[in-house]
Structures are given as C-alpha cells and as structure tokens.
C-alpha cells in the first residue's frame, strides 16, 4: 500500500511538473496570450479599425518604424518578410522586448505561437490583430541575434481618448467634495 502511494505521489508529481514546461514554445510567458496586458490585448477580426502594412528588411529596419493609434483601436497588422533572412514583429513593452531578445539569443530558432508575435521566413507574410487598450508607448522589434542590436524596432504610439481621459477623476476633485 505504502508503495502505492509513493507511485502516485510521483506521477502526480512528474504530470505536474509537465506543464511548467508547456510554453515550449513560448506561447505563455509574458501573459499577452488572452487577457488584457500593458500593451493591449489580442484583437478581434471583426473587430478590426484599420489595416497597417509593416515591412521587415534586411536593413535592419521596419516601414514604417513609427505607427500611431488611438486608444481602443483594434489594427490588424499585415507584416511581410521583403528580406532574405527569418524576421520577426514582435509587440511589448520595452522590458517585455529585452528579456525575450534575451531569451532568442540562447534559443534563436524557438517557435512563438503568442498572438502579440510572429515570425516569418523571407518572402512570406502574416498578420497581427491586436487592440490598444491603452494610452502611452508600445514597442516593436525584431528579436533575431543581431537585428534587435542593429536597430530593428519601432514604436506604436497610442493616443488616449477623451472618454477615457474624462473617466479619470482630476488632482484635488476628492479634496474639493463636500457634503
């Protein structure tokens, strides 16, 4: 019985520490998978606002490298690869970018199936659906060894809304309340 119990125990044990290593292939790491982040959230076809085409070069370099968006814009991203090596459209925060470039260094050829990211061979295309929840910057880059450090990134800056902005109570509305 006791034997039992200790088999159990371990293949608990040994199924559990299975899905630790489930993100494999990167598809849950950063939280962008399906809910909200501090870059936004996966976006609905349906949904979608406007279309961006966004090139990758082997310059290095993404067209355009600068894109501005208004808050709660849901953008479907068309990328294509114009090179002649593998790139990459990557969406994140700036810390969210360097740790994951990071990460591509030790394993460049890993497979990324997160909706904020796609990785193309040259030639092809793709596309990103992703809405702007809020105001502020959201980075882009292509975390390949050597493109991030050659100065393939961008920024997407995104415009607050006035509903949002109204929502927000103003500095010294609290103090000025009286009953």
């Known amino acids: 019985?006791?034997?039992?119990?200790?088999?159990?125990?371990?293949?608990?044990?040994?199924?559990?520490?299975?899905?630790?290593?489930?993100?494999?292939?990167?598809?849950?790491?950063?939280?962008?998978?399906?809910?909200?982040?501090?870059?936004?959230?996966?976006?609905?076809?349906?949904?979608?606002?406007?279309?961006?085409?966004?090139?990758?070069?082997?310059?290095?370099?993404?067209?355009?490298?600068?894109?501005?968006?208004?808050?709660?814009e849901t953008i479907k991203f068309v990328i294509k690869n114009s090179g002649q090596v593998k790139h990459e459209f990557s969406l994140g925060t700036e810390a969210e970018l360097k740790e994951h470039y990071e990460t591509m260094k030790k394993f460049p050829e890993m497979e990324h199936d997160e909706p904020s990211k796609i990785s193309l061979a040259p030639g092809k295309q793709g596309e990103i659906i992703w809405q702007f929840t809020k105001a502020g910057d959201v980075n882009f880059a292509c975390l390949y060894p050597g493109h991030y450090d050659a100065g393939m990134k961008g920024l997407v800056t995104v415009a607050g809304t006035a509903a949002a902005a109204g929502a927000a109570p103003k500095a010294g509305a609290a103090a000025a309340h009286k009953h």
């Open 1 to 72: 019985m006791k034997r039992t119990l200790t088999l159990i125990a371990a293949s608990a044990l040994v199924a559990l520490s299975f899905n630790s290593f489930a993100g494999g292939t990167h598809s849950g790491g950063h939280g962008h998978a399906s809910e909200e982040s501090a870059i936004g959230q996966p976006g609905k076809a349906a949904k979608v606002t406007r279309t961006i085409n966004v090139d990758m070069a082997d310059t290095m370099r993404f067209t355009p490298a600068a894109i501005s968006v208004k808050q709660g």
